[in-house]
């Protein structure tokens, strides 16, 4: 089983709003990680977690706030985005270290 | 310069060519190489990992070359279904994945 499941398909919200994006494994993988992907442009790296703990931030503004509750889930908070973050935001999962990623169906976010 | 350049394509093909995307990279830390392919609207999705021996899976075959950073993928008799966008991804020990800009195939009847 390869799944990565991915919560909302779809989200719509105000740059007033608070929302969660939600991403599920169940591959016994112990890195998940957050992309962030632009129409026609390849993903970007935003978090990476190693065992749960954060390991790589790429830099990417507070408005954004992972979190990994356990191995098998991950998070992503939203508060106060801008409409330029507007995209599709993709949660992956591996094997530790260099292995192959395995991604989830992405959230469309839209942001009003 | 980009940590991956990949051929910026697009490559317009007929059904049963062979056609090749090229890779470089310049993070000599890079330790693991694959090749995705997305569909329109869809999620990345893993096509093969690359080793220095170079791997074959069926028509596709990839290649690395860690002197030169580069890495390679062929696909032999072209169907319509392998039209997507390639990504070669780059990948160092500590989980960290560059992606290159991706190369658009269409494979025409």
């Known amino acids: 089983d390869t799944e990565v499941t991915q919560t909302p398909k779809h989200l719509v919200m105000g740059m007033t709003n608070k929302k969660s994006l939600k991403c599920e494994q169940h591959?016994?993988?112990?890195?998940m990680y957050w992309y962030k992907q632009k129409a026609k442009k390849p993903p970007e790296l935003m978090f990476v977690y190693s065992y749960e703990k954060l390991s790589i931030n790429e830099s990417v503004p507070s408005r954004f706030s992972p979190e990994c509750p356990n191995s098998s889930l991950l998070n992503l908070h939203l508060h106060a985005l801008q409409p330029e973050d507007s995209a599709l935001y993709l949660c992956?999962?591996?094997?530790?270290?260099?292995?192959?990623?395995?991604f989830g169906p992405g959230t469309r976010l839209t942001v009003t | 310069r980009k940590e991956v350049e990949q051929d910026p394509g697009p490559f317009n093909v007929p059904e049963g060519a062979t056609v090749a995307f090229n890779c470089t990279y310049s993070?000599?830390?890079?330790?693991?190489f694959f090749w995705y392919r997305q569909d329109c609207r869809k999620e990345p999705k893993l096509l093969m990992s690359?080793?220095?021996s170079g791997n074959e899976d069926g028509r596709f075959t990839a290649q690395l070359n860690r002197a030169s950073q580069y890495i390679s993928l062929l696909i032999r008799d072209s169907k319509l279904s392998d039209s997507a966008t390639y990504l070669c991804?780059?990948?160092?020990?500590?989980?960290?994945?560059?992606f290159g800009d991706g190369t658009t195939l269409t494979v025409k009847p």
């Open positions: 690359v080793y220095s």
């Open positions: 993070n000599s830390a890079s330790q693991s």
């Open positions: 992956a999962s591996s094997s530790l270290g260099a292995g192959e990623q395995y």
């Open positions: 591959m016994g993988h112990r890195a």
């Open positions: 991804v780059v990948k160092t020990n500590a989980g960290k994945s560059t």
